[in-house]
């Protein structure tokens, strides 16, 4: 019997816990899989091993793990595939598949672009920070900038990608460039849901002094219809060798 582990990131803030598994359930209602269950990589229960155990309990024989994450970074290439790795030694009669992140997906793209305009009129003449989580894993900043440039290509917007942790150009570093001059700066949160990291922007461009630059702020994007529209396809494509194993075997 096949069954999707859904897998947030996890937040110590109740409030993005919320929104995930809100998430999780609109995405379950269009799905025909028998078991769908959710569970986080950390600061929230439960558990991603938990998770599997509850599956195989109801009687999976086959798991697709689904994260939800925007980048292929340590979390999606190191953490999950190594708890995948132990749920095999004790489950080794399950079939196990772990679908690819968001990625820079056309869809994930134009939401970024709808985030953007929704909030000021004239984006071409802002400077656009996309805050991205960050990550000791390079392939997140390669990621961020592959995205600023498909953002700047369609759309003839000005990006500056930058982090809120991790390697590459660090947000309060960027926000302190441009606090002084009189520009509008629109900070889009290359991030899913409220969290401690959304919060953090907030409270940094709160304690910036008076100046003559414009502040916007965007919303987190896991409201966009678009995102569960990509996820979606995510979970079909891990399902699919599982199909063309059981057409072909």
Known sequence: MQAI??????????????????????????RQEAIQEIAFLELATPSIPEGIDTCVKKGATAIAIVPLLLIKASHAKADIPALIAEAKQRYPFITFTQSEPLGHHPLLIETLHTTITKQTALPQHATI???????????????????????TQRYSLHIIPCFLYGNGLR?????ASLHATSQKIVIVPYLLFAGLLSKHITQTVANLPPSAATFIRCDALGQSENIHLVLHQRIDEALQPLKEVSHYG
């Open 171 to 175: 947000f309060e570093q960027a926000i």
């Open 129 to 151: 920070l996309l805050v991205g989580r960050g990550s000791s894993d390079d392939a997140a900043v390669v990621h961020m900038q592959q995205v600023a440039r498909q953002l």
């Open 5 to 30: 582990l859904y897998i947030g990131h996890g937040t110590r803030r109740a409030k993005g816990v919320a929104q995930a598994i809100r998430f999780f359930e609109h995405t379950m209602r269009y």
